[in-house]
C-alpha cells in the first residue's frame, strides 16, 4: 500500500552561537538555511578547533544531498577532507569537530546524521525525544550502564570523544531518516547547551517561546546563565503546515545574501570566501574580528623612517614565525606518538603523549575493557604513568599480552566499530515521496543570531 502524502509542510527556523563565559574563542560553527541545518562543534586546540569545525560546515554546505545516502557520503568525504587539511599543516594537526546535520528531503522527510557529541532532539505533542547517540567516552559508560547521569555530569572525561570528524582517515556516521510531521519542533545543539541545562529545562523553554529565533536565544542565554564554560549553539526547526500564508521561497536567501556583503569577509588563509554562506554565525565572527592589519599608518601621525619600519616589522615578523614555529613544534610533539593509560579504571589507548601538552590533549584511541583491578601492581604504576609505545600496533600488541596473561578472552571493544550506521526504518516510506524538495520547502523566516550581527528575514 503507497502511503498519503500528508499536507505541505513548511519550515521556520532559528540559530544562535555564543563562546560562553569562559572560553575566549568560539569553536562551534552553524549553518542554519533550508533545506540543511548544521551544528559542529571543533576541538583540538585555539585555530584548529576553529578550521575544524568551520571547513565541514562549508564542506557540508556546499554540496547537495537527495536523501540520508548521499547525506552520509558526503560526511564521509568532508571527514576524509579535513583529516587531509590537519596532515598537511602541523598547526592544525590532531584537529577534530562533531557534527549534527539535518538535511529535509522531499516533501515529508529528513535525513539526520551525527559524529561526535554534539545532539539532535524532537519535540512532538506532548513527547521530548533525544534522537542523537553521543559518540563520548562517558556517552558509552552511561550506555552500558557502568555510571550514573550525576556521574556523567562529573566525569573527568565527560569531554573525550570517541568519534569526530577529522581524526582517522575513514569515520562511521550515524543516520536516520525522519518522518516530519506538523508541528515538530527539531533542536540541533552543542554540548555547551546540555553541560548546562538538563533535558527538561531545554524542553521546557521550546514549549514556552513559540517563536523558533526566540528559543535558539533564550537556550544560549540560560546556558551562559549556569556559567556558560563552553561554546554554546542552537538550531531550532519548526515545521507547519503550509496554509498558505507563507511568504515565498526566495525572500529570506535574498535577505542573507544583502547581509553578508556588509560584513568583512577574510579567511584565516587570506581568501575571500563564502559570500553566499552568511547563515555561518561563526564565520560573521571570524570575519568581523579579522581585518587584515597593513604596515602603513593611516591617521595621519608622524610615519617612522622607512627603513627602521621595515626593520621592525621584519623583526616582528621573525618573531612571531619563531613562537608559531615553536607552538607548531610542540603541537606535532604532543600529537605524534601513542599510549596505554588509564581512563577512570580501564586500560585504554591514546594517540598523542602522555598528560596534555599546552591545549594539546591525546585523543582516545581504544578502549580495552582491561581493568586496574585486574593487573598486576607493576604494571598498573607503567600505564599510570602513561606507558608510551612506537604506534597503535605495538599498543595493541601489549593489550593482547596483557588480555592473554589475564587469560581473559574479553574482546576489544574500539568504539568507533561498535554502532555501524544506523539508519531508521521509516526510510522505506521515503519511495512515496516525489515532490520536488525546493518546491514544497517554503521558507517563511530566518534569524541567525550571533554576537556581532543579527539578521532577521521574513
Ligand atoms: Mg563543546
Redo the contacts with the bound molecule.
Keep these: 500500500m503507497t502511503p498519503m502524502p500528508g499536507p505541505p509542510l513548511v519550515f521556520r527556523w532559528g540559530a544562535s552561537t555564543h563562546a560562553g563565559r569562559v572560553r575566549s574563542a568560539n569553536?562551534?560553527s552553524v549553518f542554519a538555511q533550508a533545506p540543511l541545518f548544521i551544528v559542529a562543534?571543533g576541538?583540538g586546540g585555539h585555530r584548529a578547533g576553529e578550521t575544524a569545525s568551520r571547513l565541514t560546515v562549508e564542506s557540508l554546505s556546499s554540496g547537495d544531498f537527495a536523501d540520508v545516502d548521499a547525506l552520509v557520503e558526503a560526511v564521509r568525504e568532508t571527514n576524509r577532507y579535513v583529516h587531509g587539511r590537519a596532515s598537511d599543516d602541523a598547526e592544525l594537526q590532531g584537529m577534530g569537530t562533531?557534527v549534527t546535520a539535518l538535511r529535509i528531503a522531499g516533501s515529508q522527510h529528513a535525513a539526520l546524521i551525527n559524529v561526535g557529541?554534539?545532539r539532535a532532539y524532537r519535540l512532538r505533542g506532548g513527547r521530548f525525544e533525544r534522537l542523537t547517540e553521543d559518540h563520548s567516552y562517558v556517552g558509552t559508560l552511561l550506555r552500558e550502564g557502568s555510571i550514573s547521569e550525576q556521574e556523567a555530569e562529573l566525569h573527568p572525561y565527560r569531554?573525550m570523544l570517541t568519534r569526530a570528524i577529522g581524526i582517522e582517515p575513514e569515520v562511521d556516521v550515524d543516520s536516520w531518516t525522519l518522518e516530519l510531521q506538523a508541528a515538530d519542533r527539531y533542536l540541533l545543539c552543542?554540548?555547551?547547551l546540555i553541560?548546562e541545562l538538563s533535558d527538561d529545562q531545554v524542553q521546557a523553554t521550546l514549549r514556552r517561546l513559540a517563536d523558533p529565533g526566540d528559543a535558539a536565544r533564550e537556550l544560549v542565554r540560560l546556558a551562559n546563565d549556569r556559567g556558560g564554560r563552553?561554546?554554546i549553539t542552537v538550531v531550532v526547526i519548526d515545521v507547519a503546515a503550509d496554509d498558505g500564508t507563507a511568504s515565498t521561497p526566495t525572500a529570506a536567501p535574498t535577505a542573507d545574501a544583502a547581509a553578508t556583503e556588509a560584513l568583512p569577509v577574510v579567511d584565516p588563509d587570506g581568501h575571500d570566501t563564502m559570500a553566499d554562506t552568511q547563515p555561518f554565525a561563526e564565520l560573521a565572527d571570524e570575519r568581523a574580528g579579522r581585518v587584515p592589519v597593513t604596515g602603513t599608518d593611516n591617521d595621519g601621525g608622524d610615519p617612522a623612517p622607512p627603513m627602521l619600519t621595515w626593520r621592525l616589522l621584519g623583526f616582528v615578523v621573525l618573531v612571531m614565525l619563531a613562537i608559531f614555529g615553536a607552538i607548531a613544534a610542540v603541537g606535532w610533539w604532543a600529537r605524534s606518538g601513542t599510549h596505554l593509560d588509564f581512563a577512570g579504571d580501564e586500560v585504554v589507548i591514546f594517540d598523542g603523549r602522555p598528560g596534555s601538552v599546552l591545549w594539546f590533549e591525546p585523543t582516545l584511541v581504544e578502549r580495552t575493557a582491561i581493568f586496574r583491578d585486574e593487573l598486576p601492581e607493576a604494571i598498573v604504576a607503567d600505564i599510570d604513568a602513561g606507558r608510551e609505545v612506537a604506534s597503535l600496533a605495538e599498543a595493541r600488541t601489549i593489550v593482547d599480552e596483557l588480555r592473554a596473561e589475564l587469560g581473559s578472552s574479553t574482546p576489544a571493544t574500539p568504539e568507533a566499530d561498535s554502532t555501524s550506521e544506523t539508519t531508521d526504518t521509516e526510510s522505506t516510506t521515503t519511495t512515496a515521496v516525489t515532490a520536488d524538495t525546493e518546491s514544497t520547502t517554503t521558507t517563511t523566516a530566518t534569524t541567525v543570531d550571533t554576537e556581532s550581527t543579527t539578521t532577521t528575514a521574513s
Design positions: 569553536q562551534d562543534d576541538m562533531t557529541d554534539s569531554n552543542s554540548d555547551g553541560n563552553d561554546n
